[in-house]
Each structure stands twice: as structure tokens, then as C-alpha cells.
């Protein structure tokens, strides 16, 4: 509970600071599919700490689940996030070109028009005026279109996410000893020693942080991009 009110006060606290700002709808659109892949990613995590500490390795030495899970999570919120951001930015010119699919773009919105002061939403009789005018605008597509849109974008993210994650493990996996040292001996450098200790730090207090990171860049580049 703890984490997810982090989770949501960030997210609530990035759509409010933004300008220009996206519409409700377009950002509740990009908010579903940071949390539909942070349940994945957390699914994933909890697999891999088990997979390592239990397949992986018969040494007694390397069978702290806590430490493994620091590994992962900590792996996750930095590296596979700013490898997603690498991976998307690439994907995004091609499936815009090839597929017609603009990440961050639901389309249904109302056009907007930006003034030194304010941004209003063109809505009639403003809207009517200027189709007088020759200005077209673009017509709102039903929910049932800006659904299916949004169930593409949210598969080519999971996709994305797997690939990036399967990269990561194989990564764990090669450096291993060190990166577990590593992750043991900050729990050392704490005092954690019980697993109650080490467990609240792993699944809450890193995760605090870590996921607020996450969650800005990830907002950052999940988004339309201007």
C-alpha cells in the first residue's frame, strides 16, 4: 500500500506539474500502461530472485532471496528503465512509419490552442468558426478506436519491457558474484542482518525511491512526444 501511494502521488504530481497539460483521458491512457508493466515487472522480479537464489547457484553463499531481489529491483528501476528509454525511442519513428502507431496518441482529444495565458479547448461554437474558416480539425474517435489503440501500445510496451528484462537477467547472471556482493555488503553498510530487516528494505524502502525515478522517466517517454 505504502509503495503504491508513492507510486500514485508521483504520478498525480507529474500530470499537475506539466505544461501544457495532457487531458485527463490521455493521461489516465499513459498512467495504465506504466502500471500494467509495473505489475508485470514486479511479477518478473519475484520469479528471477527465486529462479537465482534456488537454479542458479548451488553455493550456500548466494541463497539470500532479499539480496537477489535488491538485484533485480535495483537493476530494473536504473538500467532496464533507461534501456526501455533507449529501445522506445528507436521503436517509435518505425512504428509511426511503418504502422501508423504514435506512442503516447489516442487521438479523440479536443485540438487545443496556446495563448500567452491560457490553453483552450476548442469546442463549439469556437470549433464551428474556424471549419468556416478552412482550419480542419480532427474528429474524435469513438472509445472502442482509442481502446484498441491503447491495447497496442500496451502490447508493444510489454514487449519491449520482456526483451529489455531478458537482456538484464542474462547481464545478472554473467556478473553475478560481483553484483551480488555488491547488493550483500549494502546490507552490511546498513546493519540489515534479519530477514525482516533486509525484506522491508528490499520490498519498501528501496522501491520508494527507486519507483518514483522510474516513474518520471518512464512518464517522460511513454507520453507523445511534442
Known amino acids: 500500500a505504502a509503495i503504491t501511494a508513492v507510486g500514485a502521488a508521483a504520478l498525480i504530481a507529474v500530470w499537475v506539474a506539466e505544461h501544457p497539460r495532457r487531458p485527463f483521458a490521455t493521461w489516465a491512457f499513459d498512467v495504465s500502461k506504466q502500471v500494467v508493466g509495473a505489475a508485470y515487472g514486479k511479477a518478473y522480479n519475484i520469479m528471477q530472485a527465486e529462479a537465482f537464489a534456488r537454479v542458479l547457484r548451488a553455493d550456500a553463499g548466494h541463497r539470500d532471496q532479499c539480496v537477489w531481489y535488491l538485484m533485480g529491483i535495483s537493476a530494473d528501476c536504473f538500467l532496464t528503465t ?3 528509454w533507449g529501445a522506445n525511442s528507436l521503436m517509435r519513428p518505425v512504428l509511426l512509419a511503418r504502422f501508423g502507431i504514435d506512442i503516447g496518441a489516442y487521438e479523440g482529444e479536443v485540438p487545443l490552442i496556446y495563448t500567452p495565458t491560457r490553453i483552450y479547448r476548442l469546442r463549439s461554437p469556437v470549433a464551428d468558426r474556424l471549419r468556416c474558416c478552412g482550419v480542419a480539425l480532427r474528429q474524435p ?3 472502442q478506436g482509442r481502446v484498441k489503440k491503447w491495447l497496442a501500445q500496451l502490447g508493444i510496451w510489454l514487449l519491449i519491457i520482456t526483451v529489455v ?3 538484464v ?3 545478472l547472471y554473467a556478473t553475478q558474484d560481483v553484483y551480488y556482493a555488491l547488493c550483500a555488503m549494502l546490507f552490511d553498510v546498513l546493519q540489515l542482518h534479519c530477514a525482516t530487516s533486509k525484506t ?3 520490498v519498501l524502502v528501496f522501491p ?3 519507483d518514483t525515478l522510474q516513474i ?3 512518464d517522460h517517454f511513454l507520453k507523445r512526444s511534442c
Request: hydrophobic letters at 60%; a neutral charge.
Open 82 to 84: 533507461f534501456l526501455c
Open 141 to 143: 474517435e469513438c472509445l
Open 165 to 167: 528484462r531478458l537482456i
Open 169 to 171: 537477467s542474462m547481464g
Open 200 to 202: 522491508l528494505f528490499a
Open 208 to 210: 520508494a525511491f527507486g
Open 216 to 218: 518520471l522517466v518512464q
